[in-house]
């Protein structure tokens, strides 16, 4: 995520992202697929949701393979 854009909070990572994402203009429907996408990579990697750093990850995986807008 930039600098502009928060990142995941503990409280509710899940919809901390979508708000970062939403924040940059990001639909709803298209911020779920790339969560969706975010979710498929991760269990191919072996990255389960147990992991602490699950949601930070995401935030960066997302903003390395979402193009530029």
């Not at 298209?30 to 990697?45: D, Y």
Request: glycine share 6%; hydrophobic share 45%; net charge negative.
């Amino acid at each position: 995520m930039t600098d502009e854009q928060p990142g995941p909070t503990p409280a509710d990572p899940r919809r901390a992202l979508k708000d970062a994402l939403w924040g940059m203009g990001v639909p709803d429907d298209l911020a779920e697929a790339w969560i969706a996408r975010w979710e498929a990579a991760a269990a191919a990697q072996g990255i389960t949701t147990d992991d602490p750093a699950w949601w930070s990850r995401a935030a960066a995986w997302i903003d390395e393979h979402r193009p530029a807008d």
